[in-house]
Nanobody, 118 residues
Framework: EVQLVEAGGGLVQPGGSLRLSCTVSGFTINKEIMNWVRQAPGKEFEWVSTITRSGIITYTGSVKGRFTISRDNAKNTLYLQLDNLKTEDTAMYYC????????????RGQGTLVTVSS
């Protein structure tokens, strides 16, 4: 059974940092294209970052230089380091398997909430 469990969210002030994790089971993360996506309150899902099987990494423009995606193959865990957070980064963050489906329909976990507020 495929399972993804996100963790690491919380309340942080602007300029702060968080490290999100996504622990998976039922598959091997380095054999899949993995994404981080987010959904702000009342808004649609937004793609944040991708890491391919070969380790190629891409980011959406608004987080480039502030967020860092990585994975630990031994732990079968995906990470997203969030630095210099802004209020507009407030959202529920999900890791997903890139399976060709629209973001909203991709297999994901329950999410972890990031709130950036002073």
């Amino acid at each position: 059974e495929v399972q993804l469990v996100e963790a690491g969210g919380g309340l942080v002030q602007p300029g702060g940092s968080l490290r999100l994790s996504c622990t998976v089971s039922g598959f091997t993360i380095n054999k899949e294209i993995m994404n981080w996506v987010r959904q702000a309150p009342g808004k649609e899902f937004e793609w944040v970052s991708t890491i391919t099987r070969s380790g190629i990494i891409t980011y959406t423009g608004s987080v480039k230089g502030r967020f860092t995606i990585s994975r630990d193959n031994a732990k079968n865990t995906l990470y997203l380091q969030l630095d210099n957070l802004k209020t507009e980064d407030t959202a529920m963050y999900y890791c997903t398997i890139s399976d060709g489906q629209p973001i909203a329909n991709q297999v994901r976990g329950q999410g972890t909430l990031v709130t950036v507020s002073s």
